[in-house]
């Protein structure tokens, strides 16, 4: 059966300055919204107290930070996903931070500990001096294991950025396109290129992607990139214009090829690659509002944690913040 997940172009990810006490009660509600349309009130409920739990957290322990709120997967397979980030000063024994009752502030020491024990998938990433990454997610759970941020510019509202997957079996399809420029036309040309490819996912990249730049013709048009992977190992992978890939693993990255042009403007014929890929090895996609000098070869860490945590933490280190932003990780 063939599993979609829903990308931002079409049900945004929201993103949350946590930066006074105000914005706390803002982020319960948006993530009670949120949840209301795929849940039942009960899980909806344990939703809007982790997301209390964890924008306190980010003003108690960090000074502040970014709560981020999606929704992922379809009707079968819905799950909302929280993603807590901060550069605050991290903490040297998270065990003991999870447990009931621990607090350094005087607290009833509840934040963290009531997230894990509220969502049904939860991981953590910290390190002092290092700040702190936390992904709750509500649902049925997803395949493949992937994840994703993708969030517009500072001061726009919608993201000229897209991105969406889909699998079936051992097989995923994932696309990403850049829509030039920021704001509404920006974010309209990536629209259209990610409805090209929702409506024939499993053609090879290489049509993908002329087919994306053909439904492009008539917006401002865009950069794109294109990857299927086989459970064999297989990579089949096409791009053009600034959407980077790499297979990374601890001790390897290889850059996948993209060409120059614009989809919609300038679109050539796209040549399409094959690679091989070996276990433990993460596809990295990103937009150009990440630098392409990130790579969690930095810290050998993060290959031990959710891509999820992984996408969260080249956005906050590597994200160049004048830009919309989008990074895929799937593993």
């Given at each position: 059966m063939e599993a979609a997940v829903r990308s931002p172009g079409y049900l945004a990810q929201l993103r949350y300055e946590i930066d006074d006490s105000s914005k706390v009660g803002e982020v319960r509600r948006a993530a009670q919204n949120r949840a209301s349309f795929e849940f039942d009130a009960q899980t909806a409920g344990r939703v809007a107290i982790a997301a209390t739990e964890l924008a306190n957290n980010l003003l108690t322990h960090a000074g502040g930070g970014e709560l981020l709120i999606q929704t992922l997967g379809d009707e079968q397979t819905a799950t909302l996903e929280l993603l807590?980030?901060?550069?605050?000063?991290?903490?040297?024994?998270?065990?003991?931070?999870?447990?009931?009752?621990?607090?350094?502030?005087?607290?009833?020491?509840?934040?963290?500990?009531?997230?894990?024990?509220?969502?049904?998938?939860?991981?953590?990433?910290?390190?002092?001096?290092?700040?702190?990454?936390?992904?709750?997610?509500?649902?049925?759970?997803?395949?493949?294991?992937?994840?994703?941020?993708?969030?517009?510019?500072?001061?726009?509202?919608?993201?000229?950025?897209?991105?969406?997957?889909?699998?079936?079996?051992?097989?995923?399809?994932?696309?990403?396109?850049?829509?030039?420029?920021?704001?509404?036309?920006?974010?309209?040309?990536?629209?259209?290129?990610?409805?090209?490819?929702?409506?024939?996912?499993?053609?090879?990249?290489?049509?993908?992607?002329?087919?994306?730049?053909?439904?492009?013709?008539?917006?401002?048009?865009?950069?794109?990139?294109?990857?299927?992977?086989?459970?064999?190992?297989?990579?089949?992978?096409?791009?053009?214009?600034?959407?980077?890939?790499?297979?990374?693993?601890?001790?390897?990255?290889?850059?996948?090829?993209?060409?120059?042009?614009?989809?919609?403007?300038?679109?050539?014929?796209?040549?399409?690659?094959?690679?091989?890929r070996t276990p433990g090895t993460l596809l990295i996609m990103h937009s150009d509002g990440v630098s392409a000098r990130g790579s969690p070869m930095e810290r050998p860490q993060l290959f031990a944690h959710h891509p999820a945590i992984i996408a969260a933490a080249l956005y906050r280190d590597f994200g160049r913040g004048h830009d919309d932003a989008s990074v895929v990780v799937v593993a």
């Open positions: 807590a980030i901060d550069r605050g000063p991290g903490m040297k024994d998270v065990e003991r931070c999870l447990a009931d009752g621990f607090s350094t502030t005087g607290t009833p020491g509840t934040g963290l500990g009531a997230v894990r024990r509220l969502a049904d998938e939860f991981d953590i990433y910290t390190a002092p001096g290092d700040g702190t990454i936390v992904m709750a997610r509500f649902g049925r759970g997803l395949e493949p294991h992937f994840g994703a941020v993708s969030v517009p510019m500072p001061g726009e509202i919608d993201c000229g950025d897209a991105w969406h997957l889909v699998s079936n079996g051992g097989s995923t399809a994932i696309i990403m396109v850049d829509g030039l420029g920021h704001g509404t036309f920006a974010a309209q040309a990536a629209r259209a290129g990610i409805a090209s490819f929702t409506a024939s996912p499993w053609l090879s990249p290489q049509e993908i992607m002329q087919r994306a730049g053909t439904a492009m013709a008539r917006t401002r048009g865009g950069a794109g990139a294109c990857a299927q992977l086989d459970s064999d190992g297989a990579v089949s992978y096409a791009g053009l214009g600034n959407i980077s890939g790499a297979l990374v693993s601890r001790d390897k990255s290889q850059g996948l090829v993209s060409h120059s042009g614009i989809l919609g403007v300038q679109t050539p014929r796209v040549q399409q690659f094959e690679y091989q």
